[in-house]
């Protein structure tokens, strides 16, 4: 989640520029940006409706979902970016 929190930071600040090298099209950028938002406020009806004595854990359910496909994307990524050969 940091690796992908930083990569919104920074295309905030100075933009995306069409993603390039990013999982195969353009737009990916907008997609990992999403899934990190929708991981980061997931967390909000667990924080606010579970009780105490693990009431409410099924709530986590959404965010764990998210998370991991966030965490596929940024690792796919990854070492799609280290696998390429040196030019």
């Given at each position: 989640?940091?690796?992908?929190?930083?990569?919104?930071?920074?295309?905030?600040?100075?933009?995306?520029?069409?993603?390039?090298?990013?999982?195969?099209?353009?737009?990916?950028w907008r997609l990992d940006?999403?899934?990190?938002?929708?991981?980061?406020t997931s967390v909000a009806p667990?924080?606010?409706?579970?009780?105490?004595?693990?009431?409410?854990?099924?709530?986590?359910?959404?965010?764990?979902?998210?998370?991991?496909?966030?965490?596929?994307?940024?690792?796919?990524?990854?070492?799609?970016?280290?696998?390429?050969?040196?030019?």
């Open positions: 989640m940091l690796a992908a929190l930083k990569r919104l930071v920074v295309g905030t600040v100075r933009g995306h520029g069409g993603g390039v090298g990013r999982a195969g099209n353009g737009e990916s940006d999403m899934l990190l938002v929708a991981t980061v667990f924080v606010i409706l579970a009780g105490a004595n693990e009431v409410g854990t099924h709530f986590l359910v959404v965010t764990v979902v998210f998370a991991s496909i966030l965490t596929g994307r940024v690792v796919a990524a990854a070492w799609r970016s280290r696998a390429r050969p040196s030019r």
